[in-house]
């Protein structure tokens, strides 16, 4: 299958932007329709890439925009919505693949990459993220044909350069007094890097065996979410102390940061965090990936901001 051209749906965003420099030097051009266009102007250094302000909620636009590209990678998700009732999950999950599948279908594309999560469950899920990304799987499973060749990821957490994972927990440390209560302390994650979910979507796009498959990606090792976060208060060079919440305490958490209109945690992200996020049936192995571990690539951004703050503190002191 040729793939020139591929238009990537939510390509403005942490994913996005490292899958964009990863296709660029394959040749591929690159559509990235965004809804803020300033907001996504990082991209527009990226060799090759087409940044387009558009409504991709709009089944006519979204036609007109995969009018001529061989394949769809659809990144689109949200960990909260405005509001609580589940239907902003649902129009950013649900309702936009069964857009981006009538779309493909439409303007004649041949193939269809999609962004799931680990824990995407619509009959079991917890939250409504779990349920609504399981629901946008069962379309996109069913959508699969000879006409339009779907291939599905599940990563659990990403891992990279501005994640919002290790930053954010990085922030949050930061700022928290010496004890840092930690919500759902001893749910478990196999941390995946964001270069080998880039991998698995670039080496998948061409590679037929993918075709209708659907690949969990996982990093090399579990971790429980305190032990994740006590490696990065290490990292940051703060001396916190990493208090496991009560499940009762981070229900109340959930439910306080909640009612902050930037929502920083949600019943949803605590409903979310009951189940494991892990798999015992990697993909990266199977596409020939050999995963990174958390310890080779995080220093170099959290480690290498506590470096440069003890440099320009030790540059003031020597009034430099
Ligand atoms: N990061 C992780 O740890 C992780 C783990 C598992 C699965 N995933 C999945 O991987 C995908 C990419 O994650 P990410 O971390 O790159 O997310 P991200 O940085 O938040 O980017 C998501 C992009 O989706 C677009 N978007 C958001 N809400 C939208 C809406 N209602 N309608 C249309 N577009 C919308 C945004 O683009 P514009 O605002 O420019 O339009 C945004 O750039 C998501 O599907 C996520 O669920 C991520």
Same mark, same amino acid.
Request: charged residues 20%; aromatic residues 8%.
């Given at each position: 299958m040729r793939i020139e051209r591929v238009c990537i749906l939510g390509g403005s965003g942490f994913v996005g932007r490292h899958l964009a420099n990863r296709l660029q030097p394959e040749g591929i051009r690159?559509?990235?329709?965004?809804?803020?266009?300033?907001?996504?102007?990082?991209?527009?250094?990226?060799?090759?890439?087409?940044?387009?302000?558009?409504?991709i909620h709009d089944t006519q636009r979204?036609?007109?925009?995969?009018?001529?590209?061989? #394949?769809?990678?659809?990144?689109? /998700?949200?960990?909260?919505?405005? $509001?609580?009732? $589940?239907? /902003?999950?649902?129009?950013?999950?649900?309702?936009?693949?069964?857009?981006a599948l009538a779309a493909c279908r439409q303007a004649g594309v041949k193939r269809y990459l999609h962004m799931s999560a680990l824990g995407a469950d619509a009959h079991r899920g917890p939250s409504f993220y779990q349920k609504t990304k399981g629901e946008a799987e069962e379309l996109a499973r069913a959508a699969h044909s000879d006409d339009l060749a779907v291939t599905i990821f599940r990563p659990s957490v990403i891992f990279g350069h501005e994640d919002s994972?290790?930053?954010?927990?990085?922030?949050?440390?930061?700022?928290?007094?010496?004890?840092?209560?930690?919500?759902?302390?001893?749910?478990?994650?196999?941390?995946? &890097?964001?270069?080998?979910v880039c991998e698995a979507f670039v080496l998948s796009l061409r590679d037929r065996d993918t075709f209708g498959q659907t690949y969990d990606l996982c990093g090399p090792k579990e971790y429980n979410l305190k032990e994740l976060v006590d490696y990065t208060a290490r990292l940051a060079g703060l001396k916190r102390i990493v208090w496991p919440a009560p499940d009762w305490l981070?229900?109340?958490? #959930?439910?306080?940061? $909640?009612?902050?209109?930037?929502?920083? &945690?949600s019943r949803d992200n605590y409903l979310s965090a009951t189940v494991d996020n892990?798999?015992?049936?990697? /993909?990266?192995?199977?596409? $020939?990936i050999h995963p990174t571990a958390v310890e080779a690539v995080?220093?170099?951004y959290i480690g290498a901001r506590h470096i440069r703050g003890l440099y320009n503190q030790f540059r003031k002191t020597a009034r430099r």
């Open positions: 690159i559509r990235v329709p965004t809804q803020r266009r300033e907001r996504a102007r990082h991209l527009l250094i990226v060799p090759g890439v087409e940044l387009i302000e558009a409504d979204l036609t007109e925009l995969f009018q001529d590209v061989d #394949a769809v990678i659809n990144l689109v /998700g949200i960990l909260n919505e405005s $509001g609580s009732d $589940g239907s /902003g999950f649902r129009r950013a999950h649900v309702e936009l693949t069964e857009k994972f290790f930053n954010r927990f990085a922030g949050l440390l930061k700022v928290a007094p010496g004890i840092f209560p930690l919500p759902t302390p001893w749910a478990r994650f196999a941390p995946v &890097y964001v270069g080998d981070s229900r109340l958490q #959930a439910k306080l940061l $909640g009612l902050w209109p930037t929502k920083p &945690y892990v798999s015992s049936d990697n /993909g990266l192995p199977k596409l $020939g995080v220093p170099a």
